[in-house]
Structures are given as C-alpha cells and as structure tokens.
C-alpha cells in the first residue's frame, strides 16, 4: 500500500502556492493577483463563502465564474462522489453502456423539453467544439455565425466563435466563421442568404458585459435558420442550470427551440469537469449513421462515473433545495436595491441582467470634478474605474467580485445560487459606501485609482 498523504504534502507544501505558480505555471497570474491585493491564502469553503487562515470569511461573488453553483463544497454531491469511489465501478471500459450517464441524460432532457439526445465531453469549450462539429456535419455545411462580443471558449474551434479580440489576437488562422450584432436579424437574414450556413451560435446573456439578448430574437432567429436550412445553437455553459432563474436561459422565451444546447460549469457540482451537448435526435442519428461512425466523435474521460454522479447529484440539489426559483427571487431582490441606486451616483449607469446574474455598468460622470478623475483613468486603460471598485470590495468588504471584460467598465456579479438576502444586503451595504467615496472625492479609493493609471502606463 503506498504511503502518499495528500494532507501531510498540503501541510508541508502548502506555503508556497504562490511560488509554485510563479515557476511552473503561468507566472502572470501571482503577480496579477499580488498587484491588485487578491493574493489570499484561503484555507477552506463552504457555500457562498470563502475563509482564509486567518478565518476571515469572504463572500463569494464570483462561483469560480459560474462551476460552484450550488456553492462550495456542497455536501449531497460529495456523499454522492464518495459513494461513487467506493463503490469501484468499472468506468470507462469503452465496451460497455454504464448505467450512470443514461441516467443523467435522461434527467437533463426532461428539464429541456425538445433536446432528445446528449453527448458528454469535459468542459464547456469542449462543448461547444461538439455543437459546431455537430452542426457543420448535420448541414453539409461548413459555416458557424456568432454575435460580437460573445464568450464561447478558448480551443481553436470555439475561439473561432469567440467575439472578444483579445483572445483571438495571435492565434490566428482560425476556422472560417463571422460575427454579427447579437439582436440584429436583419444581419442573419443577410448572412444566411449565402446559403453555406451551418449554424448561429449564441448565449441567451452575454458573459461578456452581461447583454442579454432583445426578446424574442432567439424565437425569430431560430425561424429564420430553419427557414434556411441552418440551425441554432444555445451556449448555456454559464447561463444554464438556473443562473436566470429558469433551468436554461432560452426558456425564458416561449417560443425558443434550439437545436444545439451547451452545457457545462454549475453540472459538475464544483468538483469534476463535465460537459454536455444537448441535441436533436436526428442531428445525433445523422452524426452517428452507422456502425462504422460510433467513434467519430468522443472524449476519453467523457462519461466518466465521477463526472456522471457529480451531475445526477447537482440536479437533484437544484430540484430539492428549489435553487432556479430562488435565483429568481435573489437575483431580482439584488437588481432591483441596485438598481434604485443609478439616480444616486453619476458614474453608476446601468444594473441589468437576471437572476443571479448581474452587470453593473459605470459611465462618464457630468460634474466637472468629477469628470477629470474619470478621465485620467479613461486616458489609461478603459475598465479602471471598474477595477477601482473591485478591489476595495475584496481589500475592505471581503467582497469577492470581477470586471466583466478586457476595457470593460462593467462589474459582473454570478453568485453561487444559493446566497439570500443577507448575502445581497452586505454586498449592496458595501457597494454604497464605495460609491459615497468614489463621488465624495475619497482620497484612498482616488490614490489606489493614480496607481493602477501608473500601472496600466507602464505595462503598454
């Protein structure tokens, strides 16, 4: 028997995270987190909150940007993981049909009324990868459309559908597919013209700044496609599993039918990757068409027990602990506190979004005083005034929060689904107090704010 301690290594390795990752992994990250004060040693979690080893507690705004939608460590989907171990399936035999994904597909159709098939991948770009792939094959076609500004991963396929730059820069050539403005029908009809369109993909809310789309664009887009023989695909990777308050995002439109449904993230419980692409049956039996095809498209760890139990164990959480609705309810509670402040604050423009998934979105004050200190950060680097407020909510508030996007001014808040008033409170209590210093002329929150302008400087 080996005498590896996982513990023993944590308690004697465990100092030196930071270092670790400055020499072996990506070296920005410390020090991006050591620049703007994010740079905690945090010892355990549980539910919304995060404790560092000082036991300080931390609410968690973020959810690992959406994976620990039933908060951390939840304790159904650990039993259901140990019980899983324990149990010493034979897993991933290749040549066999385990009973634990059939039961997880069955339950993820019967909560997307219309999808009749899924796939199990390992991530939600992985996903996305088998919609497009999917797609292309079904159609004949070779063509995917997506909205600017969308977030859809960061393999080469779905970086091809990425609308963020950013992520894009360098990576080039990509695969041969074309943005349009996310609502713009007028744009898809145009496109689809050409008559060599496999699919749109879209995300019924946008991660990126939080857009979602107008109402009814996706019923409408999804007539337009079929009309021309394409189909559309719903990236539900962040907004799935009742971030909005509905099971899926797409539902909250009566008359939305996909084809194609991502899924990923909140579906793994916070513990084992999973991915899943929910589908038509005849776009499944046209991918699938023979004995000769039943490997043309797979994932070596798909399917596998742990990800399978982790899965059946988060939707029956949801189900049990009725999270969609009360995302519903929290997340409106929070918008609706938020948004009564815009009339309040010049540089607070806009709160939107739904459920519990929020942007909060800053602009150009109108007072002259004012005006130039948003200036010099706007001169900078766009998104600092953002930034400005994200720290102090961690430095001061234990508020753990993120910019929505790269030159952004927009907060993005994605809590676990199961924070509640008090969770929404403390965060609108400590938001307040920073905006008062932010329009106040508060000299700390102003100094902090020259120095990321020294920073942003110095890194062009």
Request: contains cysteine; hydrophobic residues 40%.
């Amino acid at each position: 028997m080996s005498d590896f301690d996982l513990n023993a290594l944590l308690a004697e390795r465990g100092a030196e995270r930071y270092e670790l990752h400055t020499r072996h992994l990506n070296h920005q990250l410390p020090r991006m987190l050591r620049t703007i004060g994010f740079d905690k040693v945090y010892e355990r979690a549980e539910g919304a909150f995060l404790y560092d080893a000082e036991g300080h507690e931390y609410i968690d705004m973020l959810a690992g940007f959406g994976v620990m939608g039933l908060g951390r460590n939840h304790p159904v989907v650990r039993r259901a993981l140990h019980q899983a171990l324990d149990a010493q399936l034979a897993d991933l035999t290749r040549f066999d049909c385990p009973p634990l994904p059939g039961l997880l597909a069955e339950k993820l159709l019967s909560l997307a009324p219309g999808m009749e098939r899924v796939f199990f991948g390992n991530s939600g770009t992985e996903s996305v990868e088998t919609a497009l792939k999917f797609a292309r094959y079904a159609t004949g076609r070779s063509r995917i459309l997506y909205c600017d500004h969308a977030f859809h991963g960061l393999t080469t396929g779905s970086l091809s559908v990425n609308g963020e730059t950013s992520f894009r820069r360098g990576f080039d050539p990509l695969l041969p597919d074309t943005a349009i403005p996310l609502g713009d029908l007028d744009a898809l009809e145009r496109e689809l013209r050409r008559g060599d369109v496999a699919a749109l993909i879209v995300e019924p809310i946008q991660g990126k700044g939080v857009h979602a789309a107008p109402p009814g664009y996706l019923t409408s887009a999804g007539e337009l496609l079929r009309r021309h023989g394409a189909l559309l695909i719903a990236d539900e990777v962040q907004t799935g599993l009742g971030r909005t308050g509905d099971f899926f995002a797409y539902q909250h439109e009566a008359g939305a039918e996909p084809d194609l449904v991502c899924v990923a993230k909140a579906l793994s419980g916070g513990y084992v990757p999973v991915g899943a692409t929910l589908g038509k049956e005849w776009i499944f039996k046209k991918v699938y068409s023979s004995m000769d095809r039943v490997q043309v498209h797979s994932a070596s760890f798909g399917s596998n027990a742990q990800a399978m139990a982790a899965g059946l164990a988060t939707l029956h959480v949801l189900e049990s602990e009725n999270l969609v609705a009360k995302s519903r309810r929290t997340g409106d509670l929070l918008r609706s506190r938020l948004s009564a402040l815009v009339g309040d604050y010049e540089m607070l423009h806009e709160v939107r979004g739904r459920g519990l998934m929020t942007g909060i979105e800053f602009g150009r004050p109108k007072s002259l005083s004012l005006r130039g200190r948003w200036s010099m950060l706007q001169a900078a680097r766009k998104g600092l005034f953002a930034q400005m407020v994200v720290v102090p909510l961690m430095q001061r508030h234990r508020i753990l929060t993120q910019v929505s996007g790269d030159e952004l001014e927009v907060i993005k808040l994605t809590p676990p689904l199961v924070i509640g008033e008090p969770e929404a409170e403390r965060f609108v209590t400590a938001f307040k107090e920073i905006m008062d210093e932010a329009h106040n002329g508060g000299g700390l929150l102003w100094d902090f704010g020259r120095n990321l302008v020294k920073q942003a400087v110095a890194n062009r």
